[in-house]
């Protein structure tokens, strides 16, 4: 992946991967980032792709995002207007409604001066 591209608006809640067209969002349910892939391209190496309509303060992600691990368990949800709306098949936060907060760039291995 390349490097988090420095974020374009104060208070910004995705995070932008350098000419990759993958984008991530800090969970609040499991407290991992989520990444989600827009370039068509990007499925012949393996990656679905998601319609994303461009805000990077109020996203609105599709379809629904789904992230499995045996160390979070299952996070099901979709982004609307910035708003992460939990399916009721969620490991955590099941049925809630919780606006994404700014991302985190200070926990990014590409940091820089502020």
Same mark, same amino acid.
């Given at each position: 992946?390349?490097?988090? !591209?420095? @974020?374009?608006?104060?208070?910004? +809640? ?10 991530? %969002?800090? *969970? @609040?349910? *499991?407290? &991992?980032? &989520?990444?989600?892939?827009? =370039?068509?391209?990007?499925?012949? !190496?393996? %990656?679905?792709? #998601?319609? %994303?309509?461009?805000?990077?303060? =109020? @996203?609105? !992600?599709?379809? /629904? =995002?789904?992230?499995? /691990?045996?160390? !979070? $368990? ?7 207007? $910035? +708003?992460?709306?939990? *399916? ?11 606006? =994404? /907060? @700014? %991302?985190?760039?200070?926990? /990014?291995?590409?940091? #820089?001066?502020?």
């Amino acid at each position: 992946m390349g490097n988090i !591209i420095k @974020p374009k608006h104060k208070g910004q +809640v995705l995070a932008e991967i350098e000419e990759a067209g993958i984008y991530g %969002f800090d *969970c @609040p349910a *499991c407290g &991992h980032t &989520h990444y989600f892939n827009c =370039l068509a391209e990007n499925e012949k !190496i393996g %990656f679905k792709t #998601w319609q %994303f309509n461009g805000d990077l303060m =109020l @996203p609105t !992600i599709s379809p /629904s =995002l789904l992230y499995t /691990s045996n160390e !979070i $368990g299952r996070c099901h949800s979709f982004v609307e207007n $910035g +708003v992460m709306k939990f *399916c009721g098949d969620s490991s955590k936060l099941g049925g809630q409604h919780i606006k =994404l /907060s @700014p %991302f985190d760039y200070s926990c /990014s291995e590409e940091y #820089w001066d502020k």
